[in-house]
């Protein structure tokens, strides 16, 4: 998906883009996540003046997760606002700054795929859960919370005061 600035400017109304994009490499470090399906893409390109371009659309793909606490799979569907704004600067070391939402790129042909895959980074679920009342596995056994109770001994105890559970039992 890449769009040039001097060929957009020349066209009229917003340039379009609906491709389905090949992600799993971007999860491959994640564990909790088994199947990433292509991610659909559906964006317009909007051209403003000569060396300035504003990207919008929607980002969507399904992913196939592990829940972090019972360990049970689950299907997820991530859907993502994407909007970014691309401005034609030779220098760009100079020109960049932090606070401002508008990306500079030395090149007149711009890549879109890069800034997707890190929109769908930022926007990846941090700790899926099956639902959001998940009691998870009991840390003791390893029985399954949602489906019964295991007996175990629930009782914390704080393991500075560990030595003094046992101080005031008879011998």
Not at 5 to 23: C, I, M, N, Q, Y
Not at 103 to 131: G, Q, T
Not at 160 to 165: C, I, N, P, Q, S
């Amino acid at each position: 998906m890449h769009f040039q600035f001097r060929k957009l400017a020349s066209t009229e109304g917003p340039v379009e883009f609906h491709e389905a994009l090949d992600v799993h490499h971007v999860t491959k470090g994640r564990k909790d996540i088994t199947h990433v399906s292509p991610l659909q893409a559906d964006l317009k390109v909007f051209s403003f003046g000569e060396g300035e371009a504003d990207v919008k659309g929607r980002l969507s793909v399904d992913l196939d997760m592990t829940c972090s606490r019972c360990l049970k799979p689950l299907k997820k569907q991530v859907g993502i606002d994407f909007e970014e704004r691309f401005k034609y600067s030779e220098n760009t070391e100079n020109v960049q700054d932090e606070e401002d939402d508008i990306r500079y790129v030395a090149e007149d042909d711009v890549n879109l795929v890069p800034f997707i895959e890190e929109a769908l980074l930022l926007n990846l679920p941090f700790a899926a859960v099956c639902k959001d009342d998940c009691k998870g596995l009991c840390p003791t056994c390893g029985t399954d919370l949602n489906e019964r109770d295991c007996g175990c001994d629930k009782e914390v105890i704080d393991p500075r005061l560990a030595a003094l559970k046992d101080f005031f039992k008879q011998q």
